[in-house]
């Protein structure tokens, strides 16, 4: 395999036209489909560079991941790498059980992750993404392919992001996905101004057209609507919306749940006819009763627990006072005991002082 490499790179090295320059996105090269006829369009199309890919059909997806990696190693050209690994994808599909599939799919992963980000069309990583939601990949394989995507979020569009749930979730959407992507995005370093505002308004985008499901949790919705920096926000508009679709949609939200989404909304962002109908919207007014509500009840609370505290003291208070009348009177018992022990003792020494001095003219006489 080394040797077929070797040779490999040097027949390219040696063609007139290795120069080859990087494939649109938008380009037949990297559409899934097992049309024939597409399949003969890429041939033709494609640059003399590469004339070696249908010899590489032949190998098994295990060989075409160990030859993948010896490319890799030699710095092969990541875009010719790319545009083989789509291809090799979109015809070994046609005819490859669910397992090959899997295994194909995961090589394409693995060897993606290691090129140049420059070198893959974005777009493509979607069609990867929708493949392997169906076809269960490996999880470390599948972080990696959402780290691609996840790092790249602001050439992302909302359709690229209304991927559907899981069949055994019950949301319209696959929410959670959109936040692995989301953390990706922003765990990635540092992000420029523009970046974070074009995130920001995909997910603003994103977060609307998800509000209406009946089943997505609250949890999940404030999830979304706290996902990126409200500094990367020029308007909450789009908040607003999506916030009151949600309430409309989940009425038998808890009075705390409806709080925690109405504070994430920002007031100063709103535009002058958002707040007029905001005064309006009997749905944000209710909540604002709410939160007037639940800060008289902390109030009470707190007076009702300082003044537990207070009593509390005052019992602490009173029984320490006990105890030092307590110990008071024993000593006084003490000191009254040791009085009746003294005048006992000047007692005693005074009857023997009157003894000894009317023995003493005898003794002496």
């Known amino acids: 395999m080394d040797a077929l490499v070797e040779k490999l790179c040097l027949a390219i090295e040696a063609s007139p036209s290795s120069a080859a320059c990087s494939p649109s996105p938008d380009s037949s090269l990297f559409r899934f489909s097992c049309d024939s006829k597409s399949t003969e369009s890429f ?8 004339w070696w890919f249908d010899e590489v059909l032949v190998l098994s997806p295990g060989l075409v991941k160990t030859f993948l ?14 545009r083989f690994l789509f291809y090799y994808q979109k015809v070994k599909f046609c005819s490859a059980s669910s ?83 989301a953390k990706a995005f922003l765990d990635g370093g540092k992000r420029g101004s523009s970046q ?16 209406p499901d009946p089943c997505l949790k609250p949890s999940k919705f404030l999830s979304l609507l706290t996902l990126v920096p409200d500094s990367a926000r020029e308007s909450h508009e789009d908040i607003y919306r999506a916030i009151d679709m ?38 944000f007014q ?13 109030k009470q609370l707190v007076l009702r627990v300082e003044k537990v505290e207070t009593s509390g003291e005052n019992e602490k208070l009173k029984e320490h006072i006990e105890g030092i009348q307590w110990r008071v009177m024993e000593l006084e018992r003490a000191c009254l005991k040791m009085q009746t022990q003294m005048e006992v003792i000047k007692k005693r020494t005074k009857s023997t002082s009157r003894g000894s001095n009317r023995s003493l003219p005898k003794l002496c006489s």
Do not use: W
């Open 43 to 50: 041939k033709n199309s494609s640059s003399r560079i590469t």
């Open 69 to 82: 990696k010896l490319m890799v190693l030699r710095k092969f050209d990541n875009v010719t790498i790319t």
């Open 99 to 181: 397992n090959e599939k899997r295994e194909i799919l995961e090589t394409t992963v693995d060897t993606l992750y290691v090129l140049d980000r420059s070198c893959v069309p974005y777009k493509s990583l979607f069609g990867v993404l929708r493949l392997a939601l169906g076809l269960n990949i490996n999880k470390s394989v599948m972080n990696k392919l959402e780290v691609m995507i996840g790092q790249q979020l602001e050439q992302a569009t909302l359709d690229n992001l209304l991927v559907p749930s899981p069949s055994k979730s019950s949301h319209l959407y696959y929410v959670n996905l959109v936040l692995r992507f």
């Open 196 to 211: 974070m505002k074009k995130v920001a308004r995909l997910i603003d985008q994103y977060v609307a057209e998800v509000a």
């Open 246 to 283: 949600y309430l409309e949609a989940h009425a038998g939200l808890t009075n705390g749940e409806r709080l925690n989404l109405i504070r994430a909304l920002s007031y100063e962002k709103l535009s002058v006819q958002s707040r007029a109908h905001m005064s309006r919207n009997t749905k």
């Open 286 to 298: 209710e909540i604002e009763t709410l939160d007037d509500e639940q800060q008289q009840e902390q």
